[in-house]
């Protein structure tokens, strides 16, 4: 399974209001930034013409990784569940040609800065 980072997942204002509600719960939070997570099944490893096509088509730079010096949280669909954008996302990439990929999915990485003394649940 592949792992890409994506486009940001919510607007200044969005994220402004997140971080206040947060900061009631847990002062020690100075900042939220959120972006999309994309994870992609393959069948097969594709080439770099299909590893190119697929990162155009989700708005990726090919080869990008995740930062993990934050404190984050990942939302992601629920285990055994198909999410009706994966549907429409997997249905898009075959009919592009992406005949390596069984699967895409997408959640939301939230980075905090700061600490979080409090655990979510």
């Known amino acids: 399974m592949r792992v890409w980072p994506g486009a940001p997942a919510s607007s200044a204002f969005r994220l402004a209001r997140a971080l206040e509600q947060l900061q009631r719960l847990d002062p020690q939070v100075t900042a939220l930034h959120a972006r ?3 994870f992609i099944d ?3 490893e594709a080439d ?3 590893e190119a096509a697929l990162a155009r088509l989700l708005g ?3 080869g990008a990784r995740l930062q993990e010096d934050h404190e984050t949280l990942l939302i ?3 285990p055994g569940t198909i999410s009706p954008w994966s549907s429409k ?3 898009i990439a075959r009919v592009c040609g ?3 990929i069984d699967r895409i999915e997408r959640g939301i990485q939230y980075d905090l800065d700061g600490a979080l003394t409090q655990r979510p649940c």
């Open 36 to 38: 999309y997570v994309h």
């Open 42 to 44: 393959c069948s097969r």
């Open 48 to 50: 770099a013409a299909g």
């Open 60 to 62: 990726v730079q090919p």
């Open 76 to 78: 992601v669909p629920r």
């Open 89 to 91: 996302a997997t249905d």
């Open 98 to 100: 992406l005949d390596f």
